[in-house]
């Protein structure tokens, strides 16, 4: 049975270079099914894009990091993709998110660079070739590892009678299984994942 990958790309612009790349992208025998989101941030807040159900079912979001359009925007509505990605993370680890920017950050931040169509090289074929560079071995990592995933869960389901009453395991399948834990984040929950969170990235960073 083939595999497929539900690939969804989150901007307040759409990049039509980098949606004819997504749209086309392909990996062996895999079925990578692609969908869109533009990104509204007039109406739309970091909730309702966490619950959205495109989000929801997705294994692989690219967003961009500049969520909404102007500098005078409110505090509220610039709410970026490296903000989504931490969030998301407590929502659900097994779905991988990747940021995207045209502007220049630090190497830790983990954010990758879209195509400059500034500079006039505004074609598919130079497109394709840079984000064949950039983006396309960080999406097939992704692939390999939500994969790997999934196999280990396929491993703890027919384990399962070994983990009966375990809450633990079961949140897991449900994870994996796109099945939303969103309501059973309260905010002392999301304070105390996120103090986790940058106890590991301060592991990382020294070790």
Same mark, same amino acid.
């Given at each position: ?22 749209? +086309? ?8 099914? *692609? /969908? #869109? ?15 959205? +159900? ?10 961009? +990091?500049?969520?909404?359009?102007? #500098?005078?925007?409110? +505090? ?16 659900? $680890? ?8 045209? /502007?220049? *950050? $630090? ?6 660079? =879209? ?12 497109? /394709?070739?840079?984000?064949? =560079?950039?983006? =396309? $071995? ?20 027919? /384990? ?34 996120? =103090?986790?969170?940058? #106890? ?8």
């Amino acid at each position: 049975m083939r595999q497929q990958i539900k690939l969804i790309y989150v901007d307040d612009k759409l990049d039509t270079l980098l949606v004819e790349y997504l749209y +086309s992208f392909r990996k062996d025998d895999i079925i990578i099914s *692609y /969908n #869109e989101i533009e990104f509204d941030s007039r109406t739309q807040d970091f909730e309702s894009l966490l619950t959205d +159900s495109r989000v929801l079912e997705s294994d692989i979001i690219i967003i961009d +990091s500049k969520l909404f359009e102007n #500098e005078l925007a409110c +505090s509220g509505a610039k709410f970026t993709g490296e903000e989504f990605k931490l969030l998301q993370k407590l929502f659900n $680890p097994f779905i991988k998110v990747v940021v995207i920017t045209q /502007n220049t *950050y $630090p190497n830790e931040y983990g954010i990758l660079n =879209k195509f400059a169509t500034s500079r006039g090289n505004e074609t598919q074929d130079i497109a /394709n070739e840079f984000y064949d =560079k950039i983006l =396309k $071995p960080v999406i097939e990592q992704c692939i390999k590892e939500i994969l790997e995933c999934r196999r280990i869960g396929e491993v703890l389901e027919h /384990n399962k009678d070994a983990y009966q009453g375990s809450t633990i395991v079961q949140k897991a399948q449900n994870l994996l299984g796109k099945i939303s834990i969103y309501s059973e984040l309260t905010d002392e929950k999301v304070d105390e994942l996120i =103090k986790l969170i940058n #106890e590991e990235f301060l592991e990382e960073t020294d070790g």
